[in-house]
């Protein structure tokens, strides 16, 4: 396999491959989701360590650490229209969070177990959350009530996504199961169960004809809802695939697996055309951004890497053909119909082109971002963390101080203002302005 390196080494790089921009450190435990803003300026990230983070794109940015859950945070979503950020938790809450640094967010509490997967639906107006109490529920994001639960599922559910159109709900759960539900009549309208282990994590593809899932038996399937028949199969990892994103022109899959890798996926072709490394340890999370030219990933390690994809920016036929050449001299193998009469099997046999930034020259440029806690009193949260709160300062005084171990800088302005509910006004909605 031909083996590449990070975009430093440019000799050794394609045009075409991925590469990899940047990292993010500032969780203290695994990555278990992330996605991106709409607005491409901002993502966010979601971890054991029980915290939901906003990461500025823009170098130098602050990154803002939302401080609401008690255990930890197993699914974050930003809504489609950029003002609202969902996350689950196994503390059996769901929160919506408005992504500003006064850190405001809505409880909901009716899960009886730990929440393991959050969604918003295209128009931003629903949610569908799913639970180890083997439910699946939606909700109402204007009204900020629960409407309705979907329960014929027999054991955990790992994941609930909206199909595009908002009419219908995928889920997967340990009953070794998939289903597919009319969001419309709350009813089951198919299910699933073609498995040697259950899945992870499924999802629509961007037409919403076909459901891919993230199998715990190290395989990755595709199924078309209309015609209810397995599209796909991929057996490429040697260990659970763990989560997966569709590019937004439903050629490309990427999967992310605890064999410390992730996979791209040719769908037209029905290959693998793509291995990258980068975490030490399980990959947890992945997503593409909305435009496809990003594509971000988290894992065990607790770091977030950004992506660039590089090669959706060339014509189809010139990907295939520089993947030809660089790994099988002899013609490809016809699988160019997206609707085989059965199922393919394709396995790690296949040849793909391995990207490893790790062998790359060390980045000794780029800091880790300074992070602010967002959603609890400062001075409340001073007291856990040995921080010296001033009470009476002069207007001229310049305030220096720092907290647990985020070393951040606070100024008191000329004004003398004190700090109300944890929020200077130097920072007022400094979140929703990454310039600043």
């Known amino acids: 396999m031909e083996q590449v390196s990070h975009p430093r080494s440019a000799p050794y790089t394609h045009k075409l491959d991925p590469t990899l921009e940047r990292h993010f450190k500032g969780h203290k435990n695994a990555i278990t989701s992330v996605d991106f803003n709409p607005d491409l300026k901002q993502l966010v990230s979601a971890s054991l360590d029980t915290y939901v983070m906003i990461w500025n794109l823009k170098p130098q940015s602050r990154a803002y650490r939302f401080v609401g859950h008690k255990e930890a945070v197993t699914s974050v979503h930003f809504s489609p229209s950029g003002n609202l950020v969902a996350s689950a938790s196994q503390d059996r809450t769901v929160r919506l969070w408005i992504p500003s640094i006064k850190g405001e967010s809505t409880v909901f509490r009716t899960h009886t177990a730990s929440v393991r997967s959050v969604n918003f639906s295209s128009d931003s107006q629903k949610l569908v959350t799913g639970s180890d109490d083997k439910t699946i529920k939606v909700w109402s994001v204007h009204r900020q009530r629960f409407l309705f639960s979907l329960t014929q599922h027999t054991n955990w559910v790992r994941c609930a996504k909206f199909s595009p159109d908002g009419r219908l709900i995928v889920s997967c759960s340990d009953d070794r199961t998939v289903k597919i539900w009319d969001a419309a009549n709350k009813l089951c309208i198919n299910t699933f169960a073609d498995y040697g282990g259950f899945a992870n994590f499924v999802d629509f593809n961007p037409t919403g004809t076909c459901v891919a899932s993230a199998g715990s038996d190290n395989t990755t399937q595709i199924w078309d809802i209309r015609t209810n028949k397995l599209l796909q199969h991929y057996q490429v990892h040697s260990g659970a695939v763990n989560t997966l994103t569709f590019h937004p022109s439903g050629n490309y899959l990427i999967t992310a697996s605890n064999d410390g890798t992730l996979k791209i996926l040719d769908l037209l072709e029905g290959r693998l055309i793509y291995t990258l490394h980068g975490h030490e340890g399980p990959v947890l999370s992945v997503a593409f951004s909305r435009s496809g030219e990003h594509f971000v990933s988290g894992g065990n390690d607790a770091q977030v890497l950004l992506w660039k994809t590089n090669f959706d920016a060339f014509n189809y036929k010139d990907v295939l053909e520089n993947h030809r050449k660089r790994t099988n001299p002899d013609p490809p193998p016809h699988l160019t119909d997206i ?47 040995s921080f010296v709160a001033f009470t009476s300062v002069s207007p001229e005084t310049r305030v220096e101080a720092s907290y647990g171990d985020l070393g951040l800088n606070l100024v008191l302005g000329q004004s003398g203002d004190v700090w109300q509910k944890g929020v200077h006004p130097e920072f007022q909605d400094t979140l929703l302005n990454p310039g600043m």
């Open 339 to 385: 609707r085989p009469r059965s199922a393919h099997m394709h396995t790690a046999r296949n040849p793909s082109i391995e990207i490893n930034p790790r062998l790359a020259i060390a980045d000794t440029q780029t800091s880790d971002p300074s992070v602010i806690d967002i959603g609890v009193p400062l001075f409340a949260q001073a007291q856990e963390e």
